[in-house]
């Protein structure tokens, strides 16, 4: 790590100021307003008792996400996706990524025949908007398995939620290493990545895509540890706020 | 006007607990997230300089609006219409409402060639998002079109906006016209009733609707009156809120 | 009302001439082809024993309507909905008016568990295309529950008609309140109102829009006035076509 | 030729009753609207000043054309492709079989930068829409075409039409060729086949199809010979109307 | 016939070099991987048991048919119908094609209730694409029919194919006609006529279009003369291609 | 590495055979039919001289990449993307994936204003499809930008390509990292890994999923490892095929 003070002061092996707004909505099974600076996802997690009919009759639940930004979250506005009448390419990628980091962490069999769908809705985007509703979303889905519980859908003595999971963008930037990336930061970086790292700090996810040149094993390491002490963050700051009392 | 009390301790006349979170977006050119009590709606309003290419060269600005809900703004999750690949009728219509509510204000020569869109989106829903939308997007409008004359992209003398404009829904309950309906409300009413009314009190847009029964002239007026003293109310929160420093 | 003559000759609370030729469609349980002057809407009622999934058990029927207007009804052609893969904003709008109209009329247990679909397509436009297709809807609508009782799909002595509807257009245009607008009239009106009513006289719906300046109380109750008026010439109209021998 | 009668009452190288209302539309350049017996169609032709993009600048003009049906044309009720969201296979087979048709006897050098779009509309169907549909879109567009010339955007002495077209199906039915197949009669036919003829007689397109059995050389040539006879009988009915004054 | 000899050195009642991988597909139940020149279409036969539920419980079974091309099959890339969001006309006209034909020589009872997909994907085109997807489809077909009668799902005695069937495309070319079109030939054709024929020689579609100027009886039977004497040399290499042990 | 066995008899750091048929299509302007074992991916190139509106003028080349499966390049059907209108998430992803590998290892200054189209076609799957798509598009590419360079549309001296790119799947099965997974050993992998790597060993690309459980950093190590050398195999076959005279 060096002296590298950043646009908005942070060294590079800091997080932006993270907020967790749990139960936002009054009418999700779990939900979460999530601030990774001027990055805000709103994370639903709707519980329906009962699954998907391909997967009636195996005892096991089902947990997915979509992920869509608002026409206005960014800078300049964007097309809605349901007046183009269809869903492009990242937002595919990026729902695809969330759901597979929730089930990382999901015991489907103590889940039971339950489904949990995660709505992530970026309200604001200013860089990182997956890695934060990841985050945000673990939050939701954990509130939502509560409610299942306490509504007898879920067992008293079942453990569905194996471990916790969060996410954090890293990216080279200049050739340094830095955590958690503002926009201003990722349209420069020349490599990007993103690591999705559960509370015990094992890998689910690693991503990492070269920007610019291609990049070495070295790097790949240095990005590699800043994102998992990044992560270790997030992890105690979801803890802190699924401990509050509501 | 009788006695009774509502669910929520409203009087018959009373609109819930309005706030207008001007300036809710760090990107967009005017912004308000508006509640109405449960229900939540994020105004943006998008500037560009230009207009569509079927108005070029006539010398008038254009406004037009789109609504949508997140999936979970409801009590129970709704498909994404971006998912369906379709809109929905409902969507389309209240689109098409907005935009009309607020052209019905806005004299297009003054505006020049500009264009703003107005996005509307409900983040929670309890009765009233189209009213609410309404009320909120011409918060964000006049802020749009401020940010537009700073920039110099609308003339210092010319006059946009020539009056204001908010809505309110009303509804006959058991036989009793009331002001501003909540879902439960809203989903008991016999004749539901949504008004549209300039800052001077005049209609731009009136539309009643029996539910149940239909309804006669002199159950219409009174539904008409509680409307246009609720928009009167709106009307001087919105100068209030126009008027705050930012 | 004033002396003023209209381009076609018609004094300002008059209707345009009125034809409807019932039992146009060889194949359809309930069938009216409607003319408005120039306005043609071909209108046919689709009778189905049994209600759709979400209804069934209920005890109760189902009444829904689909308008849409060929390509070259118009002075221009227009792209087909189906060709451009998706159904705009007006057509939804309309088809929605037209279904809530014609329920407002129907006892749905007493139609019992059978479902009338409604479609309404404009063979050629001038002008009050949705309130032609509701008026026509009704003789459709009246002669398929007729169609339903004969094949004995609904009971004897049931009244799943509890009233009939009609539907005009109603607007202002040099100052002055006018009844049945046509398409050079309509495309001119400073307000423009379509107004539905039963047989009793009651209201079922009011969509009154300011297209120029907004609209006072007195303007409103002028408009309402004519248009209640056109309903009840409309309703003797209906009754006449329904009590003549097919 | 045997003695056989139809269900109808025809003999089996007869058409059925054909009427020909040309002129039906008060908006298109061209239009007719035709009865083969039971069947239905509205055809208007739009005649619009200039060509598609890709035929810019190369003198030449173009005919297309668009098939639909009516959601309650048929016996029983086929949903809107406008609300499917998608043009059947049989919509786009036969939109593309109309187009052909007309452009064989259509000089597109001669009918200049114009471009003339037919729409063909089922209101009622009993078989053979398609023929009929050719047959009088072929009048439509004799009206668009001297539309066109009359307002000047042909020349005066440009023949674009250089022969006329109709169209007829044939069938075998009991081992029996028979000419203008009633929907009765299709169903049963062990071959269908669709021939489109012109003026002089030449054929444009032949497309026959095995339904039950595959057909021998000898049945396809009495088919043909039918076809060729009735189409000459349309030829005839055709010139009639177009002779007729408006 | 006469001594013209074509661009590719072949008489004009020559096919052009024809092969068949049979069994080419590692999965599909039946498949062939089919060459007409330069024309290679892949068929795959995909066998279910079961029927489509609008067909459960009549005893019969249920061949259908997919066309499509690869974008860069043709000389210019041509966009992907999945990336346009809907099937081309051509597309739609095609498949149904092949379903027709292959439908005509398999007797539905017999192949008991079982569906068979057929797949046609062009992966390079040279003319007569849907001519040769018919021929090679039969193959797959014939195949994936064994698949099930050694699977047990068609009974050991049951002949689900009661005749082969073959196609190809002929045309007339500077008057004079052709069996077999490449792509140079084919965009020439002033006719061009697609014959399906079952191995017995009769008919089970006749396609002829006039692409140029109409055609009269004597060109229709020496283009139908070609095409029979084509298909029965085609049936002779399917009959080949399935004797030869796998 | 341990001695290990798998099913089709390779050590665990083995590929499967790999064959690379350049230059298989007729049309495009650079090809390669590429098999990874059972994988077979046929990838075309398609040239443009010109690049997209958006990036006129700015003296750039564009490269972009589309990938798709037929329908039964599977062990079961799966429905075509085209027929259901809309592109799944999963093939979304595989494009974006590719292009961005491709993109990687090209000077898009130095290819000038040229675009160049890959499309990667799936004729049959067993494991390792975007893999096999990204080494047989680079052969693909280095082919059609040689076909640019022949024909001037890029200069002589130009070099757009700055290395080569070859891709391949590792993952852990029963605790043991293994290369270049077939299908079945895929779908039972605990974590699966796709690297990009270029041909002088850097990342393009690294994504790693935890299928099963979570990986540490060890294991992901050996998985970057036995990825690098596959890739580094792959590369001496790129370069083996791009040598051989055509």
Redesign the interface.
Known sequence: MTDIIRADGRAVHELRPITIERGW????EG?ALISFG?TKV?C?A?F?NGVPRWLTGKGKGWVTA?Y?M????????ND??????????????I??LIG?ALR?VVDTKALGENTI?I?C?V??A?GGTRTAAITGAYVALADAIEWGRAKKFIGQKATPLI?SVAAVSVGIIDGEPMLDLAYVEDVRAETDMNVVV?G?G?????????EG?????RE?DAL?ELGVAGCADLRDLQAASLAAGE
Chains 1, 2, 3, 4, 5, 6 share one sequence.
Not at 25 to 28: M, P
């Open positions: 909505s009054a009418h999700a939900s001027g709103l639903t709707s329906t979509e869509a608002l026409p206005r979250a960014t800078n300049s506005r809605r996706e349901s007046v183009k009448g269809k869903i492009g390419g990242r937002t595919h990628e729902s695809r597979r990382a769908v709505d809705d309200l604001q200013d471990d559960t015990r094992l890998f689910v996810e690693v991503q990492g895509t070269a040149a291609p990049f070495d094993k790949l590699l």
